[in-house]
């Protein structure tokens, strides 16, 4: 047997493949939608996956403000947030934060879901997230893609 046909091969930055894609959000759960991107966005769904490489797709997710959430974490989940100040620790929960900015909600869980690294940073500038059917990437011919 030639162990020499065997080789690992370690993707960079100038051999990755990168897609756009589009994920439509509509009726899906926030996080078992969240981790299926994340994964995509990571690299993870693809054979040729490296940790410390971005080798994920662009994900353009749309209909952000039709995404559910199960039991009362809609009303009882609260992001926290600190503006650096004293006393200026800040709550919101996810039906205030849908009624202002429906994106924000699907951004926070993605993101916490990533790497909390540089690379983890790069990796969130792949996420495209759009309340309504519409969003401004049709230059990139993405494909649809049902999580």
Same mark, same amino acid.
């Given at each position: 047997m030639n162990t020499l046909s065997f080789k690992t091969v370690s993707a960079n930055a100038k051999t990755v493949n990168k897609q756009?894609?589009?994920?439509?959000?509509?009726?899906?759960?926030? =996080?078992?939608? &969240?981790?299926? !991107?994340?994964?995509?966005?990571?690299g993870k769904n693809k054979p040729e996956y490296t940790p410390h490489v971005d080798c994920g797709d662009n994900v353009i997710v749309i209909n952000a403000d039709k995404v559910r959430l199960t039991?009362? %974490?809609? &009303?009882?989940?609260?992001? #926290?947030?600190y503006t650096g100040y004293p006393g200026g620790q800040r709550f919101i929960s996810p039906k205030e934060l849908m009624a202002k900015h429906p994106e924000r909600v699907i951004e926070? $869980? #993605?993101?916490?879901?990533?790497?909390?690294?540089?690379? =983890?940073? %790069?990796?969130?500038?792949?996420?495209? #997230?759009? $309340? =309504? @059917?519409? +969003?401004? +990437? @049709? $230059?990139?011919?993405? %494909?649809? !893609? %049902?999580?």
């Open positions: 756009w894609v589009v994920v439509d959000a509509q009726g899906e759960i926030l =996080g078992r939608l &969240s981790s299926k !991107i994340a994964m995509i966005i990571r039991g009362n %974490k809609f &009303s009882e989940k609260e992001y #926290v947030s926070k $869980a #993605v993101r916490g879901m990533l790497p909390k690294t540089k690379l =983890g940073a %790069k990796l969130y500038k792949n996420l495209f #997230v759009y $309340a =309504g @059917e519409n +969003h401004p +990437h @049709e $230059a990139q011919t993405p %494909k649809t !893609i %049902k999580l």
